[in-house]
C-alpha cells in the first residue's frame, strides 16, 4: 500500500471518527486517534480491533492483515500530530468549536497538510475563515455508517487550493469510496438533494391526503424505494432528521421549496423521534414497527361500466389494462350515466379535472399513471369529495382483480408518487442549474448516500421530464405556492425534449 496520505490524525472517536479510522487504516494510513476525552481513544482502538477480528473471522480478512490495521491505530493527544500530512475532524457539529480546533492543528501540523472537516451542514469557507492558510482546508463529509456507505463528498470552500480538493478524492479512492464533488453550499449534495421526499411527504400527510403508512406503501411500491419516508425518518430519528431540515431552510433564506413542517417539530419537542425511543410515526414494540394492516379489497357483484377521458395520462396503456382486468368499456364520446368515470391527470386533483372535462363528480375515480402500471407493485386511486361510495368501491375491486394492491386517497393536486418524484427531479433540477455539482456526481451521490432506486435525474428522465414539468405547472396552479415553481434547468429541457442528464453546452 501506498497511500497518499501515509500518516493521519482523526480528531473525535466518536461513530464517525471510528469509521474514518477504520477505512484509513485499511487503506494504509497510520492513523493517531484523538478525542477530547482520552479514554474514548482507547475504547475506540479495543472496538476497532475487535471489528477487524470478525471480518478475519468471515475471510474478508487475513489474520496479518487484521493484525496490520490494529498496528496502525494509535491513539495520541493533539500535540502528536506534526508528523501528519491530513487531519480530519469529526467532532460536533457547532462552527465555534471547529474553528477553535483547526486553529490549534494549523500551528501544530506542516504547512502543506491537508486539514479536512466532515462536518454535514456547516459552511467549510466559513470553518477556514480564521485560518492563516484556508487554502489547505476541504469538506470530506461521509456517511454512518461509514465502512458500508460509500460514498463521500469532497467541499471545496471559497479559498481551498483544487489541488487538496484532488488529493482528498485520491485518497477516498483508495479508501474503497467514491468521491464525489460538491460546491460549498448549505447540504453539499446528499443533504440538499434529500429535502423532496420527505418534506413533501410531509405536506401531503399534513394536507389529510393519506395516513403515514399509506405514503410509506405507495412510495415503496409505486415508485421503488426501499424505506418510505416515515420509516426512514423514524430509523434515523427527528433529533437528526429535523434539524437538518431546518439549517438547510434558513441557511437558503427560507426558499419555499426547502420548507419544513410543524408534523416532525411538534414530535421532536415531544421526544416522539422514532425507533430509538420506541415511538415515533410508527410504534415499536421489540424493534419492530407495529404497521396497520391493509383494509382488503371490497366485493362488489354489480361492476359498472368505465368510461376513460380522452386527456387520461397513459390513455392506451390504461385502457388496455381495464381490458386485462374484465372491464367493461364504454368508447362514446362522454360517459352514460351508470358508467365509473376514469380520469388520470398529472398534477391536477380529481375535482378540478372532473369540473373541467363536465363530468359527474359522484361518479369520479383517479388513477395515478405517471409511473407505468407494468413497473409498479401497487396502483393508486383518489376520490374526489362528491364522489359515491359504491363508485370508489367498484374502481378499488376492479383494479385489485389480478392481486395487485390498491391504495384508496383523498383528493389532491398530483398523487403522492407524483408530488414526490416531481419535488426530487425539481431540487436536483436546480442543483443543477447553481452548479452545485455535474449531473453525474448527483446522480452518484444519491444513489449511494440516500439509497434510492434512481438517481433523481434519471428518474426524470424515465417518466418524462415533460410528464414532471406538467406535474409541477398543474401543482403549482392548484397551491399557488412557489415551492413548485420548476427549475429553469428542468423548464429547457422539458421543453426541448432534452435528457435530464445531458451536460451544458
Known amino acids: 500500500m501506498n497511500p497518499t496520505f501515509p500518516t493521519i490524525a482523526v480528531i473525535g472517536a466518536g461513530a464517525m471518527g471510528r469509521g474514518i479510522a477504520q477505512i484509513a487504516a485499511q487503506a494504509g494510513s497510520l492513523v493517531r486517534l484523538v478525542d477530547n476525552q482520552p479514554e474514548a481513544s482507547i475504547q475506540a482502538k479495543a472496538a476497532l480491533a475487535d471489528q477487524w477480528d470478525k471480518l478475519a473471522a468471515k475471510g474478508k480478512l487475513d489474520a496479518a492483515q487484521a493484525q496490520a490495521c490494529k498496528d496502525r491505530i494509535q491513539p495520541c493527544t493533539l500535540n502528536d500530530l506534526a508528523d501528519c500530512q491530513m487531519v480530519v475532524e469529526a467532532i460536533v457539529e457547532r462552527l465555534d468549536v471547529k474553528r477553535s480546533l483547526f486553529a490549534q492543528i494549523e500551528a501544530i501540523v506542516a504547512p502543506s497538510a491537508v486539514l479536512a472537516t466532515n462536518t454535514s451542514s456547516l459552511s467549510v469557507t466559513a470553518i477556514a475563515a480564521g485560518l492563516k492558510r484556508p487554502e489547505q482546508l476541504a469538506g470530506f463529509h461521509f456517511f454512518n455508517p461509514v465502512p458500508l456507505m460509500k460514498v463521500v463528498e469532497v467541499i471545496a470552500g471559497l479559498k481551498t487550493d483544487p489541488a487538496v480538493a484532488q488529493a482528498l478524492a485520491r485518497y477516498a479512492r483508495e479508501m474503497g469510496h467514491t468521491p464525489v464533488q460538491a460546491a460549498d453550499t448549505p447540504g453539499f449534495i446528499v443533504n440538499h438533494a434529500g429535502r423532496g421526499y420527505n418534506t413533501e411527504a410531509l405536506r401531503i400527510v399534513s394536507e389529510g391526503v393519506a395516513d403515514f403508512a399509506t405514503i410509506d406503501r405507495i412510495l415503496r411500491d409505486q415508485v421503488g424505494f426501499k424505506l418510505g419516508p416515515f420509516e426512514l425518518m423514524d430509523l434515523t430519528a427527528l433529533d437528526v432528521s429535523h434539524p ?220 418524462g421530464p415533460t410528464n414532471v414539468l406538467e406535474v409541477l405547472f398543474n401543482m403549482q396552479t392548484v397551491y399557488g405556492d412557489p415551492r413548485y415553481r420548476p427549475s429553469p434547468w428542468l423548464r429547457r429541457r422539458g421543453a426541448i425534449g432534452l435528457s435530464l442528464m445531458q451536460e451544458e453546452n
Open 244 to 463: 437538518v431540515m431546518e439549517s438547510v431552510y434558513n441557511q437558503y433564506y427560507q426558499e419555499p421549496r426547502y420548507r419544513p413542517s410543524v408534523i416532525t417539530a411538534q414530535r421532536l419537542a415531544g421526544g416522539v423521534l422514532g425507533r430509538k425511543t420506541g415511538q415515533g410515526f410508527y410504534n415499536y414494540i421489540d424493534g419492530k414497527a407495529q404497521v396497520p394492516a391493509e383494509a382488503p379489497a371490497p366485493e362488489v357483484s354489480d361492476m359498472p361500466p368505465v368510461w376513460v377521458s380522452t386527456r387520461a395520462a397513459r390513455r392506451s396503456e390504461l385502457l388496455q389494462l381495464l381490458k386485462d382486468l374484465g372491464a367493461k368499456i364504454e368508447t362514446g364520446q362522454s360517459p352514460s350515466a351508470q358508467a365509473l368515470s376514469l380520469v388520470a391527470p398529472l398534477g391536477f386533483d380529481v375535482t378540478t379535472v372532473a369540473v373541467v372535462e363536465r363530468l359527474d363528480p359522484a361518479r369520479t375515480v383517479g388513477i395515478d399513471m405517471l409511473i407505468e402500471d407494468a413497473a409498479t407493485r401497487r396502483r393508486v386511486l383518489a376520490s374526489n369529495p362528491a364522489t359515491r361510495a359504491d363508485m370508489k368501491a367498484a374502481a378499488h375491486a376492479l383494479f385489485a382483480r389480478d392481486g395487485k394492491p390498491v391504495s384508496l386517497i383523498r383528493d389532491s393536486g398530483g398523487f403522492v408518487s407524483q408530488r414526490v418524484v416531481a419535488t426530487i427531479v425539481n431540487i436536483a433540477s436546480d442543483m443543477c442549474q447553481q452548479g452545485i455539482c455535474s449531473p453525474a456526481d448527483l446522480e452518484t451521490a444519491v444513489t449511494l448516500g440516500l439509497g434510492y432506486p434512481l438517481g433523481p435525474l434519471a428518474m426524470g428522465n424515465r417518466w
